[in-house]
């Protein structure tokens, strides 16, 4: 008998598994194979959501799930539309606005990035390489729509007859049919546009949407967006000198906005301006069409006053439904102002250290429950997210005559979406890998939905704080299997700090394994929300207005330090380093150029330097005008402390960042030069605000490792 062994081969060698930067890249910070963004049908039978296929595939499809069995049915698949035909189209006829949003998209998934759907939540809508596509949930039949090329923003009408979307700056409809394609409005001039967002309004006052139809789907009320005052920026990536620079409108700190209003749009041709007071509240913050008619919120320049507007259909005269005002900013607050089905008006009201939520102007939530933002209103109910503590979120409910009642239970930051009695609640819990979401359902049992995302190659182990009188809340990661005989470790700090979040959650995410990762590397990393983050409370978030330095440094320092005094031996005070990103890079510079005696060493990457360079709302929000208020603005601009600068200072800049210039890095750059001031500049070639590349990922967060060993000594 032969010897088959000569024939077998050998066992293939066993693959190691990813590096965890490698990994936060490939699964685009472990979003891959999660549950996106859902939609619940009108009857509560059906639920639409997003989701790619696995923990490493990019490609978002649309699928359903049905509330009574609990099967998952994949409608829409991007690859095998685009097979079908719809190839790739260009950006380079897209708003800025609208073009920015899909970059920054893209960083986490491509594919099916968001849809919209009719009042059966049955009919989808969505663009895909700028072909129209229209899937049906009940008879799963995938459609593309005849219509102009490089639709995008499509929103089918509430009675399923029509859809509306945008395309080279007009606001178009066709039949789902296909049938009747025409544009309602064009552009006058080719920088205006109908039907798009302009960049504060995606960028800082949650308004990503610029059309809204009415409940009989015979007309639209449309934003307008003329960007013709706007300042032109160039930027150009020198890594790629034969790709001619990209020429950008940008509302520089100080300088024109872009011009929107609101137009009522018919579709048998009629066209009415809604009038207000645009040049006392020139901001749109937020707008609709319900049952009860077209509606806005508008605010000043200066962000202290916003008033909520009833729009009349016939005419477009406007009448004041709330006014608020405070004397740092109103807060805007996602999914508001909102109406019931009785034509109350949701609102909030920040009312000593409180943010509520408001109905007719009356506060129903109790003092102490911060509200974070508005989920749904339907019928009388109102879904939405609060808390007392700050590192969590929790799903509520109010409704008339039963109050606000909490839905959600475990410690950890909970959202969701709810119609017709069906819940698709997401949860991020202690000790879970990921989100975990979950369908809910009156007489049924609670039903998954699978998330296929990756499962870390290591565990964050956390340990929460709460330092010093102002009893900041912190996190402590430590080596794996440290112990105390071990000696002192060289202290890493890793906030982000600013006002746009928090970092410390008790419900974990990408962040802390971040943080656990350098950690294991060999240092104590301290992660500390200060003075100006959200989430606790008005007087909290209020106290960097005029100062977006100062207070913010300070707290960084207490944290340091308290954290050092409660576990005594285990901190190296003499080995202190910082990194962050974005504000939390801001900080960082701040931090190595104002307190040398306490940090050694920082990395700052994409960290806006002078706040002169960034856009309007979100500045002027803090510092008020700088024509005004120029005192301020030099008083937290890093350019002025170059010269003193003494320590190790990594910065690091995305070439074609339009969201933070790369001028803020070169600017700085050039300060420290001027000044003799010895320091590191890694400029990434072809990168935007948020590095996606796999390789330059993984390599940054080893740089950056490298560049601490190295200014701080080994760990």
Known sequence: MANDSAHEQPPAPLTPPPSLPRQLARTRRFSLGTPGPSTVSADGRTVLFLRTRSGDDPASCLWTLDTATGAEHLLADPAALTADGGGPAGDDDLPEAERTRRERARVLTTGITAYATDATGLLAAFALHGTLWLADATTREVRPVPAAAGAYDPRPDPTGRRIAYVCAGALRVTGTDGGDDRALAEPEHPETAYGVTEHVAAESMHRTRAHWWSPDGTRLLVARVDERALRRLHLADPSDPARPPRTIRYPLAGTDNADVSLRLLGLDGSRTEVRWDRTAFE??????????????????RDQ????????????????VLAERHDDHWVELVPGLPVRTADGA???SADLGDTRHLTVDGEPVTPPGLQLHAVLAAEGGEVLFTA??????SHLWRWAPGQGAVRLSRPPG???????????VHTARTPGTT???????RAGHPALPIASHAQTPVLTARPEPLRLGPRELRAALFL??????ADGPLPVLLDPYGGPAATKVSAGGGWPDLVSQWFADQGFAVLVADGRGTPRRGP?????????????????????????????????????VGIRGWSFGGFLAALAVLRRPDVFHAAVAGAAPTDHRLYDTHWKERFLGHPDRHPERYDACSLIPDAAGLRRPLLLIHGLVDDNVLPAHTLRLSAALLAAGRPHEVLPLGGTAHSPSDETVFENLLHHQLDFLRRSLGPA
């Not at 909520?308 to 009448?319: E, K, N, Y």
């Open 304 to 319: 202290r006053t916003v008033r909520t507007l009833a729009i009349d259909p016939s005419d477009g005269a406007t009448r």
């Open 387 to 392: 808390s007392e503590e700050p590192t969590e």
């Open 345 to 347: 008006l949701v609102d």
């Open 283 to 300: 901001y749109l913050t937020a707008a609709g069409w319900d049952g009860h008619g077209p509606y806005a919120a508008v605010q000043s």
């Open 434 to 440: 990921g989100p975990l979401t979950t369908v809910h």
């Open 539 to 575: 007087h909290w978030e209020k106290s960097v207005f005029a100062d977006v330095a100062t207070p913010v440094l300070d707290d960084q320092v207490e944290a340091l330090h308290e954290a050092a005094r409660t576990r005594p031996g285990l901190l190296d005070l003499d080995r």
């Open 413 to 423: 930051t909970h959202t969701g979406v709810q119609r017709a009695g069906t819940l």
């Open 479 to 484: 080596p794996t299997g440290h112990r105390p």
